[in-house]
């Protein structure tokens, strides 16, 4: 699985365990950056790798800042893209196999490496299949078609 993976000053060090681990799991792990911890735009970030998993060039996308929160928030703004803020490892299946979300986000300050790793291992693992929640999925983008993300 080819998988973007992008952060903010704040969580360069936890991205880097991140591709480690990708790596180790078989994964390709594209970084878009951010590589010094001068300030950055996050939403920045969140916008290339989410159009990067929109356009189909990667198959998922990982987002890191210092709670998750913006880096969700601004991946969200991408036609398609269902970025999900994961805390633990059922929050990462659920985010999959409920709402076919694509991206991940976690936050460097409020989740060490180890428990980021196996969250990380439950996305990856995780398949989204048609049943119970296609309607309500479908909801969603129904939603974002109307209000004009398009």
């Given amino acids: 699985m080819k998988v973007a993976i992008g952060c903010d000053e704040v969580?360069?060090?936890?991205?880097?365990?991140?591709?480690?681990?990708?790596?180790?799991?078989?994964?390709?792990?594209?970084?878009?950056?951010?590589?010094?911890?001068g300030p950055c735009l996050y939403a920045d970030i969140a916008v290339q790798v989410a159009r990067a998993v929109q356009s189909g060039?990667?198959?998922?996308?990982?987002?890191?800042?210092?709670?998750?929160?913006?880096?969700?928030?601004?991946?969200?703004?991408?036609?398609?893209?269902?970025?999900?803020?994961?805390h633990d490892t059922y929050s990462a299946e659920r985010a999959v196999k409920s709402n076919n979300a694509q991206i991940m986000t976690m936050g460097a300050r409020v989740i060490g490496p180890e428990v980021a790793k196996a969250i990380l291992r439950a996305f990856l693992?995780?398949?989204?299949?048609d049943g119970p929640s296609t309607p309500k999925v479908a909801r969603i983008m129904h939603y974002e078609h109307e209000f004009g993300r398009h």
């Fill in 57 to 86: 060039a990667q198959d998922r996308g990982v987002l890191l800042c210092g709670t998750g929160i913006g880096m969700s928030i601004a991946a969200n703004k991408v036609e398609g893209i269902r970025a999900a803020l994961c």
């Fill in 11 to 37: 969580a360069i060090a936890l991205k880097e365990a991140l591709k480690l681990e990708l790596q180790s799991l078989g994964h390709e792990a594209v970084d878009f950056g951010v590589f010094d911890d």
């Fill in 125 to 129: 693992g995780s398949v989204f299949v």
